[in-house]
């Protein structure tokens, strides 16, 4: 039986499962997922001696869900990671983000060096602090060409949210089969358009992958269907204040000892052209102890892949 804690920040109560004692760890889950995605790291990372703290992030699961936009902003996701260090007694971390995980673990190191004794992303490389809005990239590369890209269907508040909350077994079993290193090539269509949904001509995959069982599914499910998909959303809307509040960084490296594993199928590493990723990380980590991707891996890294990603997980915490 999963035990969970609540952990009162100033102004939200985060959703935590705990285990373990040692020097504090705290993993940081992606979208749609929740502290579940790391359910095959936290006993190994208790085991190897640390206190293995996985997190809800706001918006998800047990945690508060607060209803404005702007209570997603990147600035309010760094405060909830050091709160959550807080409230465990713990002066610093060490972070493991996942997906919006990475870029949310990536930037509290940056922004709060004081607070973070090392940190590893998975599946998001971390390239600096921007140099424009996110959102001027969407319009460039994708919807002034017309064509469909998720994060600007994202911007519309209620549009996304009603499509996924429709059928939210369905829409998680597409959204999570299609960005997996078991999709065919062109599962996740390219050549859609602006206008189209997020759901459109994704494949409902029969039976599916066994990384993802029918147990691990409902859990899923039964979260969703409580917290609703709106303040997971938000995430997506906050991609200009986002930058206003990182350009306070640009030119910064992040210091402190740090770990990259991606999947050689997570079309996240090719989203905006293919590019020296592992090249374009060590300009800006002073201490990047190791960047592996690994081969027929999708975007779900630790859930995919969770024996090959704890083999370098535990033996760089330990190292530290």
Same mark, same amino acid.
């Given at each position: ?8 920040? *100033?102004?939200?109560? $985060? ?26 790291? $936290?006993?190994? $990372? ?18 508060? !869900? =607060?209803?404005? $936009? ?32 990475? =870029?949310?673990?990536?930037? %509290? ?15 998001? =490389? ?26 600007? +269907? ?7 949210? !009603? ?12 959204? +999570? ?9 062109? %599962? ?11 759901? +459109? ?11 993802? %069982? ?5 859990? +899923?499910? !039964? ?77 779900? %890294?630790?859930?995919?892949? *969770? ?14």
């Amino acid at each position: 039986m999963t035990k969970f804690r609540f952990l009162d920040l *100033p102004d939200i109560r $985060i959703r935590a499962v705990v285990e373990g004692q040692g020097p504090l760890v705290v993993m940081v889950h992606g979208f749609p997922e929740s502290w579940f995605s790391w359910r095959h790291q $936290i006993g190994p $990372i208790a085991q190897a001696g640390f206190t293995a703290c996985a997190i809800d992030v706001r918006g998800y699961g047990g945690s508060g !869900r =607060p209803h404005a $936009i702007a209570d997603y902003d990147m600035e309010h996701m760094i405060a909830d990671v050091c709160g959550v260090i807080d409230a465990m007694g713990a002066r610093t971390a060490i972070l493991i983000g996942h997906d919006w995980g990475a =870029p949310i673990v990536w930037n %509290t190191a940056l922004a709060r060096p004081d607070r973070i004794r090392a940190v590893a992303g998975l599946s998001v =490389p971390f390239t600096g602090a921007p140099l424009r809005s996110m959102s001027a990239m969407i319009e460039e590369i994708f919807t002034s060409q017309g064509r469909f890209f998720y994060q600007h +269907y994202f911007q519309d508040a209620g549009v996304a949210e !009603r499509e996924g909350e429709a059928d939210i077994r369905g829409f998680l079993r597409k959204f +999570y089969y299609a960005i997996s290193g078991d999709a065919p090539d062109g %599962t996740w269509p390219k050549d859609k358009v602006v206008g189209d949904s997020l759901l +459109y001509r994704l494949p409902d995959p029969d039976p599916f992958p066994a990384w993802l %069982t029918a147990a691990d599914l409902d859990y +899923y499910v !039964r979260e969703f269907e409580q917290s609703g998909l709106r303040g997971p959303i938000n995430r997506y809307r906050n991609h200009d204040r986002d930058f206003e509040f990182l350009k306070a960084f640009q030119g910064k490296k992040i210091e402190q000892p740090s770990l990259f594993v991606g999947g050689a199928r997570d079309l996240v590493l090719s989203m905006f052209g293919r590019a020296d990723l592992m090249g374009i990380m060590k300009m800006h980590m002073s201490d990047l102890r190791g960047a592996d991707v690994l081969e027929g891996c999708g975007h779900w %890294t630790q859930q995919e892949r *969770p024996d090959e990603v704890n083999a370098r997980l535990i033996p760089w915490l330990k190292s530290l």
